[in-house]
């Protein structure tokens, strides 16, 4: 990453980013094998973020995560974003808009995304996120940035219908959960991921501009470093709590932690932004939505959680409504997206 300057072969345009900054007009004519590369790896490392952040949140402080993560996370990937200097440049330029993607992303999000994680199963946090796509594009039709597409409003209905399939299968005992106690939790959780959703889905739609004007990377640095200021106080709130939990926390939790700050948080998002210089805005995020199911595959082989009917009907419709709605149009739209991240 850094600055990049990547030239294709003669016919095939030529692409070209200076401290994550896309140059418009630049986007190849034909489809890079290596953006399919970046892709794959972006997916297999992204369908890890859930398991490990529910490995970390339930022993450590739920208010600490988030600070460590994307604390870190900004000091890593500011270098690679042009330096402080460029990510100091989008702060002074756009801090009300940047303010609110970062609130958004780290404070808002991670409390509702950490707190379900907790408390409910992996496979739930991945078929409830592979609706974000379909949230981003709710959020940028009722602001004015889309227009109204009848066949992507299908594709969301299907999805809702999935999730409510999900849900009902909770409310009924019928999850996999021992007891009254668990299944409530199961509930509680997805009722705070529709939050987490939600609030995920803004952070990508207000970073858009973002993105557009200073670049991917500068974006994404300042975002995090802004959302660790503002995670601060949050933080602060839940101190007296902490001296128990960090005593009591095992090794494994730390490492979990360690991984997401230092290595998939800045990682997947710099491949995928490598992947939007190679192909269409569209296809990375149809080929994205593979993450879910790989996180539904980790939460039943590594946390023996259970694949029931209203899991199986209900994460189908989820999927056929997202892999639907990600479909491209037929009038193609040019678009910068920035990438996903739990």
């Known amino acids: 990453m850094g600055t990049i300057a990547s030239r294709a072969e003669s016919g095939m345009g030529v692409i070209r980013e200076t401290h994550g900054r896309e140059v418009p007009g630049a986007a190849a004519r ?10 794959g790896v972006m997916v297999v490392l992204g369908s890890t973020t859930s398991p490990l952040a529910q490995v970390a949140v339930r022993q450590l402080p739920v208010g ?16 690679f974003a042009g330096g402080f200097g460029a990510v100091a ?7 009300r808009r940047l303010t609110i993607a970062a609130a958004c992303c780290v404070p808002i999000n991670q409390f509702f995304f950490l707190t379900a994680a907790k408390l409910g199963t992996n496979a739930h946090v991945g078929l409830f996120y592979a609706t974000v796509p379909l ?22 209905l299907v999805s809702i219908a999935g999730v409510l399939v999900i849900g009902l299968g909770n409310l009924l005992g019928a999850d996999g959960a021992h007891g ?34 200073h670049g991917a990377l500068p974006t994404l640095a300042a975002t995090f470093l802004v959302g660790f200021l503002l995670q601060l106080p949050v933080a602060s709130l839940t101190v007296p709590d ?11 939790a730390w490492i979990c932690l360690g991984v997401l700050a230092v290595l998939m948080t800045p990682t997947t998002m710099g491949l995928q932004n490598l992947a939007l210089r190679r192909l269409d805005a569209s296809a990375v995020a149809a080929f994205s939505n593979v993450s879910p199911v790989l ?31 990600s479909r491209p149009s037929a009038r193609k739209v040019k678009a910068v997206t920035p990438p996903r991240l739990t």
Request: include cysteine; hydrophobic fraction near 60%.
């Open 30 to 39: 034909s489809p890079d094998l290596r953006a399919y590369i970046y892709l």
């Open 64 to 79: 600490m995560v988030p600070l460590l993560r994307f604390g870190i996370a900004g000091l890593c990937l500011a270098p």
């Open 89 to 95: 440049q989008v702060i002074r330029s756009d801090w």
């Open 135 to 156: 949230v981003v594009w709710g959020l940028a039709w009722a602001i004015g940035q889309e227009a109204l597409d009848l066949r992507r409003l299908g594709g969301i």
């Open 180 to 213: 009254p106690a668990e299944t409530r939790a199961v509930a509680t959780a997805d009722f705070l991921l529709i939050f987490a959703v939600i609030s995920w889905g803004a952070f990508v739609t207000f970073s858009r501009p973002l993105a557009v004007r």
């Open 242 to 252: 902490w001296a128990a939990q960090i005593h009591s926390a095992r090794a494994d």
């Open 295 to 325: 996180t539904v595959v980790w939460g039943v082989w590594l946390f023996h959680e259970a694949l029931t009917p209203a899991l199986v009907v209900g994460g189908a419709l989820t999927l056929a409504g997202v892999f639907w709605t």
